[in-house]
């Protein structure tokens, strides 16, 4: 700083104006002696350097400032120094001006080698050197995000740790760099508060007594106490004395070197004019250098004064936003702004006053002037002359010709970027979105008074209108095409829930999704799919917690509270001091929000069911009743090497609601009228997740904890009516539940009976296993939940002070307390597993022929297994499984695995048995899967009597070696109970598990591809993403776009649209 310094060729800079001392004991004429006899001393910068050379890069001392007595000023005595003349008629405007941006370049300079934290000189502080405004670089973010900050640039976690706002610095007040200390503090404060006793400094904009520039020194006065040593502004190293000439002065002895290249050895000083300094130090102080247009330009040989008229008087630059001064000189609107605030308020050319209310716009016919001056493109390639007004749109031209390109010519980043003052700004599309509002907040604002006033209210209209009138004035008529179609309802983007259709049916994570909607957006250059923003709106509509509803009565024990999305399953866990805390994780749905999400969801099926039954939309207001299928069952072993958080099991249960059925009994009606049945009641499509849970479902307490409420929220519901809003009135809706999708092992969890091996062989009668085995088919239905409650309140009292064995067979089975009510009746899946494996049983047993053998020992009984695979594999493709699923039993109970296995026995006769026992089976088997068995198979229902009968003596006679006092439970039920569940409910398998069964692969995929890889967050993604599978919304727009792929192609090549007329993809559905 010291060369730009002694650079200034005019009188003595270090004038007597700016020393002044409060405490003075010389007389007023001594004084005035001192002052002159000093200046006569003090040499000029010019003939320092001249006489010394270049042995010392030292300023001379500074005085302090001395008040002087009788109003006696620094003016009057530079009168007297300079013979009557004043320092203003001495020196001339031009020269202060001159003076005073020397003055600044060298406090900016200053400020750029010191940290803006602790003050130090960046160069003392080992380590590199941080921008302020920047933002954090990986290797910070990953050492915040290790101790829980996420914040994303240095403004924040300055704020936060050192108390210091930084937003608003400016280079010619505030340093724009830290230390490395001071960043170490900041990372050892994790962000968040710092352990270090760093001051801020307050930094002060430049005046004449600048600590920085002028630092402070010992006064003159002498006393008898050793003097102290006043600290210097920086304490800095020596340097070797050939080596100060381009050093800067900050204190009395000591010199700073600015950043750059390092010299050695004497340096000749090179003289630079004073023009060329001026240019420098107004590109320091405007940095408009990348935003206006330079006069060279210009493509004809213009008039020098001409074009000195089209000039930017600070910068040199051609008028951009141009302003009048009062004294008609014209600036950038920009640069003026910018040397006022640093040079004062006054006019650079004239040195009269001009503060920024002052200045006015240039006159028409000198901006129509300005606007049709010739330039030339500065692509080589181009060289066409365009006027200043449309270079922009010519420049911008060459950047949609240019798109595949990813890296812009630097000169027309030169001439697209507006600066508008203060530091050097990024592009308005390079920033963050925070940093785009914090930039826009003023004119989003105004917009926003704008259309409140004019246009209702409707700010995205107006915003729209102005991008498209900015487009066309751009000549941009592809873009603004595109934009118009898409305003009028015609574009070319898909639907918000189509986009989150296509994530939620493919699988796709977030970043998977995010990354092929840029891909897209990049080869078409159309916003073809919505971003994620986008879908998460749409996502919020179709979650339980988004519409608003009412109970009435109120349910008891349950919030009034509607914007109640996924909650902790273990909320309300009922727990004392000293019991452990729960080794599981629980997600779930509040039942009643997540009733009415399931109900919006089925808007559309309620409305079109109410005008297919005739019946008028005003009067159909109340008696409507909603039918639930519930299903819980296990999912087995769920382990996943990733993953972090508690231990918890390696198992999973599911609770699933589907709505079944939707009636209304109107007004002047007797008989309800069904207006909505769920088409596919056994589809992973229709049955939605409810609640999640790690937990081995053979766990009975921490189960029966989990879902405990559960079942207090479906109590409520039941004695409570729903207040509803759908098709635009509030409707009352009745619930009734019924808990039939559980498998043999859920119903005795749920009932309290004792497990599958029992000797109560029954859920649904009190037999025993022994009665079962001797008359298969003549039961009826018995048990029932009340009477499981009042059954294990003796088994608890035990009344009648019976034995162990009395009383177990007074309560049938019945041995812990029931607390869920499931609906008596057979699930149809594990139904069809159950009787599969029993029949693999006896396949084996068959090719052994253990009619014959009393006891086969277990090496022959492996035997005749390894046989039955090695068939089933070899003739029907069957591999052997080691636990039997719906699948294999689905190819298992055949016609043809029966010829099969034939093939193994030896006996003829047993063959035929084999062969008419699957033959009745396959008669029977319909009657219990068919969703409508009345409609579907009505021959196969009338003979179910006889066909069962049947099956019983085959299995009392042929294969009685097998079934002598023994009969398996599911094919008790099969034999037993299927005509009076039917009669009763008129169907088995439209509630069955089997959709609940089915989601089982949704639950591992999701977890795969779409949960965070956390055991604290992935049951809450899974479960969303889940829900959004089951949405009636999503399925119809996923089947209303099932050629989305040809849509897309079409969508990327325009021109193939008009040339195919048999497009099956209309914009106008969008």
């Known amino acids: 700083m010291a060369e730009e310094s002694s650079e200034t060729d005019g009188p003595r800079f270090s004038m007597p104006a700016e020393l002044q001392h409060p405490h003075s004991k010389y007389s007023q004429w001594k004084f005035k002696l001192f002052r002159v006899r000093s200046m006569e001393k003090a040499p000029l910068p010019s003939e320092t350097h001249l006489e010394n050379g270049v042995l010392s890069g030292f300023l001379p001392p500074v005085a302090p400032n001395i008040e002087l007595d009788n109003s006696v000023g620094p003016g009057s005595v530079m009168k007297l120094c300079l013979g009557g003349k004043s320092k203003e008629n001495v020196e001339g405007p031009g020269r202060r001006v001159d003076m005073k941006l020397q003055e600044m370049d060298t406090h900016m300079n200053h400020l750029r080698c010191l940290c803006r934290l602790c003050g130090n000189v960046l160069r003392k502080v080992k380590g590199p050197v941080h921008d302020v405004h920047a933002d954090l670089d990986e290797a910070s973010k990953g050492a915040l995000r290790k101790m829980g900050c996420k914040f994303t640039s240095w403004p924040e976690v300055i704020l936060k740790v050192f108390k210091v706002d930084v937003t608003e610095d400016t280079e010619a007040v505030h340093p724009l760099s830290f230390c490395h200390r001071c960043w170490m503090a900041a990372i050892r404060g994790g962000g968040v508060c710092s352990f270090s006793r760093t001051r801020v400094p307050e930094w002060k904009p430049h005046s004449s007594p600048c600590h920085l520039c002028s630092p402070k020194k010992p006064s003159f006065q002498r006393t008898k106490r050793k003097r102290r040593t006043i600290p210097r502004a920086q304490s800095l190293a020596k340097r070797t004395r050939w080596d100060h000439g381009n050093s800067i002065v900050i204190g009395e002895r000591r010199a700073l070197r600015p950043f750059g290249d390092r010299h050695h050895g004497p340096v000749v000083r090179a003289w630079k004019k004073t023009s060329t300094q001026r240019e420098h130090w107004m590109r320091n102080i405007t940095h408009c250098q990348k935003d206006h247009l330079s006069t060279k330009l210009i493509s004809e040989k213009l008039p020098v004064d001409f074009l000195?008229?089209?000039?930017?008087?600070?910068?040199?630059?051609?008028?951009?936003?141009?302003?009048?001064?009062?004294?008609?000189?014209?600036?950038?609107?920009?640069?003026?702004?910018?040397?006022?605030?640093?040079?004062?308020?006054?006019?650079?050319?004239?040195?009269?006053?001009?503060?920024?209310?002052?200045?006015?716009?240039?006159?028409?016919?000198?901006?129509?002037?300005?606007?049709?001056?010739?330039?030339?493109?500065?692509?080589?390639?181009?060289?066409?002359?365009?006027?200043?007004?449309?270079?922009k749109a010519h420049c911008v031209g060459h950047d949609l010709d240019e798109q595949d390109t990813n890296q812009q010519s630097s000169e027309l980043d030169i001439y697209l970027l507006t600066n508008k003052g203060g530091r050097p700004r990024q592009h308005l599309l390079s920033l963050t979105r925070r940093a785009q509002k914090h930039r826009l907040r003023d004119l989003k604002n105004q917009v926003k008074m704008f259309a409140d006033k004019e246009e209702g209210g409707d700010l995205k209209s107006v915003c729209l209108t102005l991008f498209l009138l900015?487009?066309?004035?751009?000549?941009?008529?592809?873009?603004?095409?595109?934009?118009?179609?898409?305003?009028?309802?015609?574009?070319?983007?898909?639907?918000?829930?189509?986009?989150?259709?296509?994530?939620?049916?493919?699988?796709?994570?977030?970043?998977?999704?995010?990354?092929?909607?840029?891909?897209?957006?990049?080869?078409?250059?159309?916003?073809?799919?919505?971003?994620?923003?986008?879908?998460?709106?749409?996502?919020?509509?179709?979650?339980?917690?988004?519409?608003?509803?009412?109970?009435?009565p109120a349910l008891k024990n349950v919030s009034a509270s509607c914007n109640v999305g996924i909650i902790n399953g273990l909320s309300g866990w009922a727990s004392s001091v000293d019991d452990s805390l729960p080794d599981t994780i629980s997600r779930r749905f509040r039942y009643d929000v997540a009733l009415v999400s399931a109900l919006k969801d089925l808007e559309e099926d309620i409305m079109?069911?109410?005008?297919?039954?005739?019946?008028?939309?005003?009067?159909?207001?109340?008696?409507?009743?909603?039918?639930?299928?519930?299903?819980?069952?296990?999912?087995?072993?769920?382990?996943?090497?990733?993953?972090?958080?508690?231990?918890?099991?390696?198992?999973?249960?599911?609770?699933?609601?589907?709505?079944?059925?939707?009636?209304?009994?109107?007004?002047?009606?007797?008989?309800?009228?069904?207006?909505?049945t769920e088409p596919k009641p056994n589809s992973e499509l229709s049955c939605k997740p409810l609640c999640l849970m790690f937990v081995d479902?053979?766990?009975?307490?921490?189960?029966?904890?989990?879902?405990?409420?559960?079942?207090?929220?479906?109590?409520?519901?039941?004695?409570?009516?729903?207040?509803?809003?759908?098709?635009?009135?509030?409707?009352?809706?009745?619930?009734?539940?019924?808990?039939?999708?559980?498998?043999?092992?859920?119903?005795?969890?749920?009932?309290?009976?004792?497990?599958?091996?029992?000797?109560?062989?029954?859920?649904?009668?009190?037999?025993?296993?022994?009665?079962?085995?001797?008359?298969?088919?003549?039961?009826?239905?018995?048990?029932?939940?009340?009477?499981?409650l009042e059954r294990y309140e003796i088994w608890r009292t035990n009344p009648f002070s019976e034995s162990g064995e009395e009383l177990r067979d007074r309560v049938k089975g019945v041995s812990a307390k029931p607390f869920m009510e499931t609906q008596p009746t057979m699930d149809a899946l594990h139904c069809d597993i159950g009787n599969a494996a029993e029949f693999?049983?006896?396949?084996?047993?068959?090719?052994?022929?253990?009619?014959?053998?009393?006891?086969?020992?277990?090496?022959?009984?492996?035997?005749?297994?390894?046989?039955?695979?090695?068939?089933?594999?070899?003739?029907?493709?069957?591999?052997?499984?080691?636990?039997?699923?719906?699948?294999?039993?689905?190819?298992?109970?055949?016609?043809?695995?029966?010829?099969?296995?034939?093939?193994?026995?030896?006996?003829?006769?047993?063959?035929?048995?084999?062969?008419?026992?699957?033959?009745?089976?396959?008669?029977?088997?319909?009657?219990?899967?068919?969703?409508?068995?009345?409609?579907?198979?009505?021959?196969?229902?009338?003979?179910?009597?006889?066909?069962?009968?049947?099956?019983?003596?085959?299995l009392s006679s042929a294969f009685k070696y097998r079934y002598n006092g023994k009969i398996p439970n599911y094919m008790h039920k099969t034999l037993a109970h299927v005509p009076e569940i039917i009669e009763r409910d008129g169907s088995i398998g439209a509630w069955a598990s089997e959709g609940n069964e089915s989601a089982n692969k949704l639950f591992r995929r999701f977890r795969k591809m779409n949960a965070r890889q956390s055991k604290a967050f992935e049951l809450e993604d899974v479960l969303k993403h889940h829900w959004l599978y089951t949405s009636k919304?999503?399925?119809?727009?996923?089947?209303?776009?099932?050629?989305?792929?040809?849509?897309?192609?079409?969508?990327?090549?325009?021109?193939?649209?008009?040339?195919?007329?048999?497009?099956?993809?209309?914009?106008?559905?969008?």
């Not at 002037?369 to 493109?377: F, G, M, V």
């Not at 989305?1044 to 021109?1055: E, G, M, V, Y």
């Open 308 to 391: 000195f008229s089209f000039t930017c008087l600070v910068c040199d630059h051609l008028l951009f936003d141009p302003v009048q001064s009062p004294c008609g000189h014209l600036f950038c609107r920009s640069c003026i702004i910018k040397y006022n605030h640093i040079l004062g308020p006054h006019c650079p050319a004239c040195n009269l006053p001009c503060g920024p209310d002052d200045l006015i716009p240039p006159p028409k016919a000198f901006l129509s002037a300005l606007h049709s001056l010739p330039l030339l493109c500065p692509r080589g390639s181009c060289g066409q002359k365009v006027r200043l007004d449309s270079f």
């Open 1033 to 1070: 919304y999503l399925q119809k727009f996923m089947e209303a776009h099932k050629d989305s792929a040809k849509a897309l192609q079409a969508t990327i090549d325009p021109d193939e649209i008009l040339e195919d007329e048999n497009m099956s993809l209309e914009v106008n559905n969008f």
């Open 697 to 788: 479902e053979s766990d009975h307490e921490t189960v029966t904890a989990l879902l405990g409420p559960i079942v207090a929220e479906r109590n409520a519901m039941k004695e409570s009516r729903l207040i509803l809003s759908i098709g635009g009135l509030p409707r009352s809706f009745r619930f009734y539940f019924r808990g039939t999708g559980y498998d043999e092992k859920m119903v005795r969890e749920m009932e309290g009976l004792e497990a599958s091996g029992s000797s109560y062989v029954c859920t649904l009668c009190d037999s025993s296993r022994a009665e079962a085995s001797q008359n298969m088919v003549l039961h009826s239905i018995t048990r029932s939940h009340h009477e499981n």
């Open 470 to 552: 900015a487009l066309r004035s751009g000549n941009e008529h592809r873009q603004a095409d595109e934009l118009e179609a898409m305003m009028q309802g015609r574009g070319f983007g898909l639907h918000p829930a189509v986009c989150l259709a296509i994530r939620v049916n493919t699988f796709l994570s977030c970043s998977q999704y995010h990354k092929m909607y840029r891909t897209v957006k990049a080869t078409s250059g159309r916003q073809i799919f919505q971003p994620l923003h986008t879908l998460r709106a749409t996502e919020k509509e179709l979650l339980p917690g988004f519409h608003q509803f009412e109970w009435q």
């Open 608 to 676: 079109e069911g109410l005008r297919e039954s005739g019946m008028e939309d005003s009067a159909c207001t109340s008696g409507f009743s909603v039918t639930i299928k519930e299903s819980c069952d296990g999912m087995g072993d769920v382990s996943e090497k990733h993953g972090g958080g508690p231990v918890v099991p390696e198992k999973a249960v599911r609770f699933s609601i589907t709505i079944m059925t939707v009636s209304v009994l109107a007004d002047d009606e007797e008989e309800e009228v069904t207006i909505f």
């Open 840 to 954: 693999y049983k006896i396949f084996q047993d068959e090719i052994g022929e253990v009619y014959r053998k009393v006891n086969p020992s277990r090496e022959e009984r492996r035997s005749w297994r390894a046989a039955l695979d090695k068939q089933l594999r070899k003739k029907l493709k069957l591999k052997p499984v080691m636990r039997m699923n719906g699948n294999y039993a689905r190819r298992l109970m055949t016609q043809e695995a029966v010829e099969v296995v034939c093939e193994l026995v030896p006996s003829e006769e047993r063959r035929e048995n084999l062969r008419e026992l699957m033959r009745l089976y396959l008669q029977m088997k319909p009657v219990w899967r068919a969703t409508y068995p009345a409609k579907e198979c009505p021959d196969q229902l009338c003979r179910y009597s006889f066909n069962s009968q049947s099956f019983a003596d085959l």
